[in-house]
């Protein structure tokens, strides 16, 4: 069984400019998580997705990021226009579908981001 | 606000030499507490999830131990391979299913 995949597996931007992250998580997961890690703190939760609708956004840092899951299938994270404190990791994570309880979460690789 | 705090930052080991790392948390309400171990380069890889105070579960060399403010993983005669950082995270019951981290511990086994 595949994991979660996610690309690119690094970006360098320049500040100002758009760049757009992509997840695939493992087939089946109708849940879809992203984190990130910035500057070498901890890992830090963004949103979370329930197939194409959004569960959770409490974590997104501002409106210059924008995710979606169109079709709820594999989910795409944008940023822009890019600032330099943006730039970290970016995990995106998967689980399986089901009420009440909870599953662990899945991660793929993460996508580095480096805006200069 | 959840927070999970990881101790000690960084340990090194010789190969053989049983240690335990630590994991301190204070959230309202636990669902579940959960370790991940995280290679260089690579997302973190789901070890346990612990429930309940009193649980413990076992992986090879690995067992991790819950209590109400702290979580233990115990490492059994480690080896080289078993170098990595080790992150600890809960959920809360509050949460949809966001995932609160510490900041890991690194270690290093010396063969």
């Known amino acids: 069984e595949a994991g979660v995949t996610q690309f690119p597996s690094h970006s360098v931007i320049e500040k100002g400019q758009t760049v757009t992250l992509r997840c695939d998580p493992i087939s089946g997961h109708d849940n879809l998580y992203w984190y990130r890690r910035v500057m070498g703190k901890e890992i830090k939760f963004l949103l979370h997705?329930?197939?194409?609708?959004?569960?959770?956004e409490s974590g997104m840092p501002n409106n210059r990021f924008l995710a979606e899951r169109t079709g709820g299938t594999y989910s795409t994270l944008k940023v822009q226009p890019a600032e330099l404190e943006d730039s970290g990791v970016y995990f995106c994570a998967s689980s399986p579908p089901g009420q009440g309880g909870f599953y662990e979460q899945y991660f793929g690789p993460g996508t580095r981001l480096t805006v200069t | 606000e959840d927070q999970v705090t990881q101790s000690p930052e960084a340990l090194r080991l010789q190969e053989g030499e049983s240690s335990s790392l630590n994991c301190s948390y204070t959230v309202s309400g636990l669902r579940g507490l959960f370790w991940y171990r995280q290679d260089p380069g690579k997302g973190p890889e789901f070890l346990f999830t612990l429930y309940s105070a009193g649980e413990e579960k076992e992986k090879e060399r690995l067992k991790a131990t819950l209590t109400k403010k702290e979580s233990f993983l115990h490492i059994t005669a480690p080896k080289p391979e078993d170098s990595a950082t080790y992150l600890c995270?809960?959920?809360?019951?509050?949460?949809?299913?966001?995932?609160?981290f510490g900041s890991g511990t690194q270690l290093t086994v010396l063969p």
């Open positions: 997705f329930v197939k194409e609708s959004k569960q959770d």
């Open positions: 995270a809960v959920q809360a019951r509050w949460s949809a299913r966001q995932l609160t």
